[in-house]
């Protein structure tokens, strides 16, 4: 539906220009094709056979309905997910471009790349992130959404037809549920964090917060963040955090409100202006001015007008297709997080676990330390070598050089990796594993088997974020232990000389 006055009112709150949709496809084109492209690094680890999650240990655990959404599930070698992925970055790429022949096709294009993003997500849900949970809920509205009516490669736009309807749109607003489903999902996102941080048992977004606001704490994790501590000090953290809860809360109902007053705010501002000139000769301005307005206002019955004011049926089984669609997944969150907790198989639970997740309450208290992971590994050849870090050393001061960070070896997505330590049996073997068979195949143990990883302990290190940028002094606490090859010894000497430097932590754990 498009709103032809497109000021105020609840078209303006709940619905979008079509520049403004634009500019959501090509935002959204963008961030995604980059997401898709940096996720080739973790292809091998995460998604293959070789790697972390083999369809041998996953495939049991899910049933037909799972490998029917998840298409991901069905391929297990490097070069087929290779395949997979680039296919998925070129339909990104149609998508962000708006390219097609008519908006069918940029339809097709946001389908598919939510159909690709969903079996993407679901083949290895450790890595769903909320980042990953952006993705998912606008892929979804943004296939109920005309998003190339505006500044895309559109081969229909080459009829003039084509042309003067879409200069027709120009400011006008399209409302339908897709729209009001993304506006009331942004309200909910910044809801959702704001209150979170708002009823913080320990009020570490507060003004009082003790021993440190938390933007003091997070302000240590990226170089952009320690240079806004540079300019603001602690003190104006300090006054800066609160902030920060109340924007969440009300920035978007702000927004909301201003947008359905817009049109009463224009009234108001040419009735003082008409008030203004009234004393000379603005008599004349202000009745040549209504009378513009009046007339430009006024539609012009027109057989298009005709047209559209009865809708074909494809239309009107597209609004309703698109009314269940984002009323399913609305219902669907609210089913989840009330009575959804009990399905009937771990397979769906785990699909609606996934993909009915619509919490967004993180960073909701200060960090009271720090961490960052590390691997001391014994060889064949009796060194000891740091094997998260991939280095011939173990070094166990915290990473980063210069001002202080918490940088890791390992960044991104590998993060998930200290949380999965409860995995047992099959599972946990692949995990941890893979590590060994990754330092075996980066150090061409064939023809260097000394260089054999033989086992190695996983510490997760900690310290306490104290004033002014300092840490205390480090916490180690054992993950894990796991052994590459079972029952072989080192051949070197040197493993008696290496038993205290490996064991370095062991007697400290949290």
């Known amino acids: ?78 070069l087929q997910q290779q395949i997979l992925l680039s296919i998925q970055v070129l339909v990104s790429i149609c998508f962000t471009l708006g390219y097609g022949y008519g908006q069918k096709t940029t339809k097709l294009m946001s389908i598919l790349s939510f159909y690709m993003y969903t079996s993407l997500i679901l083949r290895c849900t450790w890595l769903y992130f909320i980042l990953d949970r952006y993705f998912y809920y606008l892929l979804f509205y943004s296939m109920f959404l005309p998003l190339n009516e505006k500044w895309s490669i ?5 009829n003039n037809n084509t042309n003067n309807k879409n200069n027709d749109k120009c400011g006008k607003l399209f409302v339908n549920p897709a729209t009001v489903a993304i506006k009331l999902l942004v309200l909910w996102i910044y809801l959702d964090a704001g209150i979170g941080k708002y009823i913080d ?30 300019i603001l000090g602690p003190h104006g953290l300090r006054l800066l955090t609160p902030t920060v809860v109340y924007v969440e809360i009300f920035v978007v109902p702000i927004v909301l409100i201003g947008s359905y007053l817009e049109k009463q705010l224009c009234e108001c501002c040419y009735l003082y202006y008409d008030n203004s000139i009234d004393g000379g000769g603005g008599e004349d301005l202000s009745e040549a001015t209504t009378t513009t307005s009046t007339t430009s206002a006024t539609p012009t019955t027109t057989s298009s007008s005709k047209s559209k004011s009865n809708p074909s049926l494809y ?15 609305v219902g669907g969150n609210i089913w989840f997080e009330t009575i959804g907790l009990d399905c009937s198989t771990e397979s769906l639970r785990l699909i609606w676990s996934t993909l009915l997740q619509n919490r967004w309450n993180v960073f909701n208290g200060a960090e009271e330390y720090v961490t ?32 202080p960070c918490t940088s890791t070896a390992r960044p991104g997505r590998w993060r998930s990796f200290p949380y999965l330590a409860e995995l047992d049996g099959d599972e946990a073997e692949a995990l941890w594993g893979y590590l060994c068979r990754e330092w075996d195949r980066e150090n061409n143990v064939k023809e260097n088997p000394g260089q054999q990883l033989l086992r190695y302990n996983f510490f997760m290190l900690q310290a306490d974020v104290l004033p002014n940028m300092g840490f205390s002094s480090t916490r180690k606490r054992l993950v894990y232990s796991h052994e590459c090859v079972k029952g072989k010894e080192p051949n070197d000497d040197r493993e008696k000389d290496n038993e205290e430097q490996e064991n370095i932590g062991l007697g400290q754990e949290l």
């Not at 634009?22 to 995604?32: D, H, N, Y």
């Open 315 to 329: 239309n009107k089984l597209g609004s309703l297709v698109t009314l269940l669609m984002v009323g399913g997944m």
């Open 201 to 230: 048992v320990k009020h570490g977004w507060t003004y009082h917060a003790d021993p440190l606001p938390a933007l003091d704490t997070y302000a240590r994790h990226t170089l952009p963040a320690q240079y806004l501590y540079t």
């Open 154 to 158: 559109n081969n229909n736009n080459n």
């Open 372 to 403: 960052w992971e590390i691997a001391p590994g014994r060889l064949q050849d009796g060194s000891i070598v740091d094997v998260w870090g991939r280095t011939d050393h173990v070094n166990w001061l915290m990473p980063g050089s210069g001002a």
């Open 1 to 78: 539906m498009t709103n032809k006055d497109g000021r105020g009112g609840w078209s303006a709150v709940f619905g979008c220009t079509y520049e403004g949709l634009a500019l959501f496809r090509i935002v959204l084109g963008v961030l995604l094709t980059s997401e898709l492209i940096l996720r080739f690094r973790f292809l091998h680890v995460y998604y293959t056979d070789e790697g972390t999650m083999p369809l041998k240990v996953l495939l049991p655990k899910i049933d037909e309905v799972y490998r029917f959404v998840c298409y991901h599930c069905h391929f297990g070698s490097l």
